[in-house]
């Protein structure tokens, strides 16, 4: 065999090796983000410094809006926000938790959970629920919510009250909508 055909016998057996070795390789994952990017957000809604992110999740749901009378405008009604119902997913599509609420509740599958206080919320584009920035209170129970100090509601999808009628003949009426929206949860550094 000539020097030339076995280099390239040697070159077409280490081409055929490294395809098996690629084609039995895991496909992977795409990296979690080690930080959370705030620098697109309104001012109002930024998590304060010292504080970094502990776990981001996609919540995808329903919120419930109920017809009901307007707050000090006799006669007049309006949709109001009554509750959410959401899975939370990690990044890679995996339900790590849920929110739900009256009161707006956070909770991990490990059995953790937290309620929060609205500290501030700004536009996020029509169609969209506001984004949003609340203080948590103190875990219950120990572990993924144990710590978590804020949340913040971005990358929002739906949400916003019915385009239906709410009129003083349809209050108590109940209707359902569609949202999606990141919850990126904060301990202290």
Same mark, same amino acid.
């Given at each position: ?42 001012? *109002?809604?930024?998590? &304060?410094?010292?504080?970094?992110? !502990?776990?981001?999740?996609? /919540?995808? #749901?329903?919120? $419930? ?60 584009? *029509?169609?969209?629920? &506001?984004?949003?920035?609340?203080? !948590?209170?103190?875990?219950? /129970?120990? #572990?993924?919510? $144990? ?43």
């Amino acid at each position: 065999m000539s020097t030339q055909r076995f280099a390239l016998s040697l070159a077409a057996v280490s081409a055929i090796v490294l395809l098996g070795a690629c084609g039995s390789m895991a496909p992977m994952k795409p990296m979690a983000s080690s930080m959370f990017m705030q620098d697109s957000l309104p001012d *109002a809604v930024k998590v &304060p410094a010292g504080h970094k992110v !502990a776990m981001e999740t996609v /919540g995808v #749901g329903e919120i $419930t809006y109920e017809c009901r009378d307007k707050a000090n405008a006799p006669g007049m009604t309006e949709w109001v926000f009554v509750g959410p119902n959401a899975a939370l997913n990690d990044r890679n599509g995996k339900q790590v938790g849920k929110y739900y609420g009256p009161p707006a509740t956070w909770e991990s599958m490990d059995g953790s959970k937290l309620t929060a206080t609205q500290l501030a919320v700004a536009p996020a584009g *029509a169609g969209n629920i &506001p984004y949003q920035l609340v203080k !948590a209170n103190p875990a219950m /129970g120990s #572990g993924a919510m $144990t710590g978590v100090t804020h949340i913040q509601r971005v990358a929002i999808k739906g949400g916003v009250a019915p385009a239906s009628a709410c009129s003083p003949a349809s209050k108590g009426a109940r209707e359902i909508v569609q949202y999606q929206a990141d919850y990126i949860f904060w301990k202290a550094a």
